[in-house]
Each structure stands twice: as structure tokens, then as C-alpha cells.
């Protein structure tokens, strides 16, 4: 329980320093770009595409060949499973439903810290997109409403999120409100 809580603990730090800092580059990645009128969201993708996949292909590719030789059939065929998601970016909401990131059936699954990368991504496809608009909108008043809605939902989630679950009754009965389990971060 501790090691679960510390290492939570530390994603949490982790995912708030990441949201933050990479917020602030990519917000001034594309403020630079949109003043020198060179902003394209399509070039903006291809260069997180050359950061990114090469070196998830290599760590994809090298772990596939490795697990090939060492894998009995069954964990190569679960090892399969796990490649698609995390070379899709969506192996955050598989290891999620899977289980959950602190669950000892992921201990030696070498893949599992894509779970990581796939929440990158998603952020770094959806962010620029939400940012654009708004830019291009700000003076209407709709938008900045729906921003903002957003925006106060997505800390309530972020400090409520915790204590979600799937099943009836949908908020655990041990209420907290600053709440560390895996829910909130999937």
C-alpha cells in the first residue's frame, strides 16, 4: 500500500509538472509560430511524429524480437496485445481497464510505462487543436464560456476523480477529497 501511495504520489508530481511545462512550451511554440506566420498544425504534428516514433518503433521493435525468444506463447500473444495499444498511443485506457497501472500482473510487463507516452500524446494531438480555437474565437463569448466550463470541470475531476468508479454507487464511500487512486490518472 505505502509503495502504491509513494509511487501515485510521484505520478501525480510527475503529470503535474508534465502538463504544466509542457503546456507552457507548446503554448509558446505556437504563439512564436503564429507571429512569425509560419504556424501549421500539420507541421506542428509531423515534428512531435520525429520525436516520438522512431524511438518507439526501436523499443517496439527490439522488445517484440526479445520477447519472441523468451515468451511462451500465451504471454507473447498477451506481449501482442499490448504493442498494438501502445504503438496506437491509447495504452493508458488498456492498462486501465486492463487492471490498473499498480496491479501486480503489470510487475513484469515490460511495455507498461507506455502508458505514460500514450497520455503525452493524446495531449499533444487535443492541446494544440483546443488552443487554436480559442485563439481564433477569444472575442466570442460562447467559446470562452465553453473553455471555461471545461477548464473548471477539468479540476474537479483532477481533485475529485479519485473517488469515481464504474460501478454503483459511482463515489467510493471513503470520500477524500485530495484523492490518489489510478482513476484519476488513466
Avoid at 502538463?19 to 509531423?46: A, P
Avoid at 515534428?47 to 523468451?70: D, K, M, Q, T
Avoid at 500473444?77 to 499490448?82: H, I, R, V, Y
Avoid at 477539468?154 to 460501478?167: A, E, M, P, R, T
Amino acid at each position: 500500500m505505502a509503495k502504491e501511495y509513494l509511487t501515485s504520489k510521484y505520478s501525480q508530481i510527475f503529470f503535474s509538472n508534465f502538463f504544466v511545462i509542457s503546456g507552457f512550451l507548446i503554448t509558446k511554440i505556437i504563439i512564436e509560430d503564429i507571429k512569425l506566420k509560419k504556424f501549421s498544425i500539420s507541421h506542428f504534428y509531423l515534428r512531435r511524429v520525429r520525436r516520438i516514433i522512431p524511438l518507439v518503433l526501436v523499443v517496439s521493435i527490439s522488445s517484440y524480437f526479445i520477447a519472441y525468444f523468451i515468451l511462451f506463447p500465451d504471454e507473447l500473444s498477451q506481449f501482442k496485445t499490448n504493442l498494438f495499444y501502445v504503438n496506437t498511443f491509447v495504452s493508458n485506457f488498456w492498462y486501465y481497464f486492463k487492471g490498473s497501472y499498480f496491479s501486480p500482473i503489470n510487475d513484469s510487463d515490460p511495455l507498461i510505462h507506455f502508458w505514460s507516452l500514450s497520455v503525452e500524446e493524446q495531449y499533444y494531438l487535443f492541446y494544440p487543436l483546443l488552443f487554436i480555437i480559442f485563439l481564433k474565437n477569444k472575442n466570442n463569448k460562447t467559446v470562452t464560456l465553453i473553455f471555461l466550463i471545461f477548464t473548471l470541470l477539468s479540476l474537479i475531476l483532477s481533485q475529485f476523480g479519485g473517488n469515481l468508479k464504474y460501478k454503483y454507487p459511482f463515489i467510493e464511500e471513503d470520500f477524500k477529497f485530495f484523492s490518489i487512486p489510478e482513476f484519476a490518472f488513466y
